[in-house]
């Protein structure tokens, strides 16, 4: 039978501790955040501007505050479409063309690979927790202020 040193499984766990909160901290990493507001309403949108930062968008998050989202910038009109892989929160996104009008809003659930599309080329998405965008009366039309811009 092999003996190990008995400070050996505390450094095996520490070590272990020590990665999973340091690949937890990761994913919650933020990006730059831009105010844009929606009528009254204000929003802090993380900004997704790379191909890296969309494709991480707001996988793993645990929370978001109800004011809190994130503006994924395609940088020119594209026909888009999302899924929910390894997101673990609700969301609502709206499709959003280059003027800022809202073109669709889609209920998206955790965890999934569904596609929610743009119903027409968009520039940005916004992802918001579910049922944002209908409590706040924002629909197909609305439209949002602030949006990046390149």
């Known amino acids: 039978m092999l003996k190990l040193?008995?400070?050996l499984p505390r450094l095996l766990l520490i070590s272990s501790l020590?990665?999973?909160?340091a690949s937890a901290a990761s994913a919650q990493t933020k990006?730059?955040?831009?105010?844009l507001t929606a009528g009254i309403y204000v929003i802090q949108a993380e900004v997704a501007a790379?191909?890296?930062?969309?494709?991480?968008?707001l996988m793993m998050r645990s929370?978001?505050?109800?004011?809190?989202g994130?503006?994924?910038?395609?940088?020119?009109?594209?026909g888009v479409c999302m899924w929910m892989k390894n997101t673990l929160i609700?969301?609502?996104?709206?499709?959003?063309?280059?003027?800022?009008?809202?073109v669709n809003v889609e209920d998206m659930q955790p965890q999934t690979t569904d596609s929610h599309c743009a119903q027409k080329v968009v520039r940005y998405a916004l992802e918001m927790n579910q049922g944002w965008f209908k409590q706040k009366g924002i629909k197909p039309g609305s439209k949002i202020d602030g949006l990046p811009l390149r």
């Open 5 to 7: 040193p008995p400070s």
């Open 18 to 21: 020590t990665a999973l909160v």
């Open 31 to 35: 990006l730059p955040v831009k105010q």
């Open 50 to 57: 790379n191909d890296a930062d969309r494709q991480q968008g």
């Open 63 to 68: 929370k978001m505050a109800s004011n809190e």
């Open 70 to 78: 994130m503006v994924f910038d395609f940088g020119a009109p594209a």
């Open 90 to 102: 609700p969301l609502s996104v709206a499709f959003i063309d280059g003027e800022g009008k809202i």
